[in-house]
């Protein structure tokens, strides 16, 4: 059974940092895309990021807009884990943030098969 479990998301002031976390199990890693969506109130959800492929060297990286330049997705295929680095947070990145994936020849799809349940970021001005 495939399993994303986020962990990281917390209240923190505009400017500040935060590490998300996805734990990854019930597949192989290296056949798998991984994203990091969110989805604020009222809003659409949206993707934030993702790596195409988790196999080392193969890992076309992806990001929305609003994330270059202050978010970094990386992983650690060693423990099956992804992460989002954000720095320079904003209000308007308060929101539920997702860690997904789908099989590598589906690509960073908008609509992948397996979801997380979330985690909660929220920054306050």
């Known amino acids: 059974e495939v399993q994303l479990v986020e962990s990281g998301g917390d209240l923190v002031q505009a400017g500040g940092s935060l590490r998300l976390s996805c734990t990854a199990s019930?597949?192989?890693?290296?056949?798998?895309?991984l994203a990091w969506f969110r989805q604020a109130p009222g809003n659409q959800r949206e993707r934030v990021a993702c790596?195409?492929?988790?196999?080392?060297?193969?890992?076309?990286?992806y990001y929305a807009t609003f994330a270059e330049g202050r978010f970094t997705m990386s992983s650690d295929n060693a423990k099956n884990i992804v992460y989002l680095q954000m720095h320079n947070l904003e209000p308007e990145d308060t929101a539920v943030y997702f860690c997904?994936?789908?099989?590598?020849?589906?690509?960073?799809?908008?609509?992948?098969?397996?979801w997380g349940q979330g985690t909660q970021v929220t920054v306050s001005s």
């Open positions: 997904t994936a789908d099989l590598v020849k589906n690509g960073c799809t908008h609509s992948p098969d397996y």
């Open positions: 019930g597949f192989t890693f290296e056949d798998y895309a």
């Open positions: 790596i195409l492929s988790m196999r080392p060297g193969d890992g076309s990286e």
